[in-house]
Nanobody, 127 residues
Framework: QVQLVESGGGLVQAGGSLRLSCAAS????????MGWFRQVPGKEREFVAA????????YYADSVKGRFTISRDNTKNTVYLQMNSLKPEDTAVYYC????????????????????WGQGTQVTVSS
């Protein structure tokens, strides 16, 4: 069983930056692909970014491309989401997910691809 714990959310002004962290514990971490999703009340959880276990391949939603960067540190069992140039529309609860087995890049953009989820961390961007 894998547990994921997100941290780093908070309140920031538009144009500011935040770095989210997702720490994994439990079974070995190296086999996983990890993803970040976000959700606002009344809407579906949407894909933000994903990274393969090797860390060589990363994927982004068009809405965050060029502003957000996903990375991982396997020695710390942690995945990060560096968020720059934040906009009010980035306000959401951000969740990290973990996938156990191989997946195509397109499938990693889908919520159902992930086997484990953290509890979420709130990000609020004021205008």
């Amino acid at each position: 069983q894998v547990q994921l714990v997100e941290s780093g959310g908070g309140l920031v002004q538009a144009g500011g930056s935040l770095r989210l962290s997702c720490a994994a514990s439990g079974r070995p971490f190296r086999s996983y692909a990890m993803g970040w999703f976000r959700q606002v009340p009344g809407k579906e959880r949407e894909f933000v970014a994903a990274i393969r276990w090797s860390g060589d391949s990363t994927y982004y939603a068009d809405s965050v491309k060029g502003r957000f960067t996903i990375s991982r540190d396997n020695t710390k069992n942690t995945v990060y989401l560096q968020m720059n140039s934040l906009k009010p529309e980035d306000t959401a609860v951000y969740y990290c997910g973990g996938r156990t087995y191989y997946s195509t890049s397109s499938y990693l953009r889908e919520r159902r691809a992930y086997d484990y989820w953290g509890q979420g961390t709130q990000v609020t961007v004021s205008s």
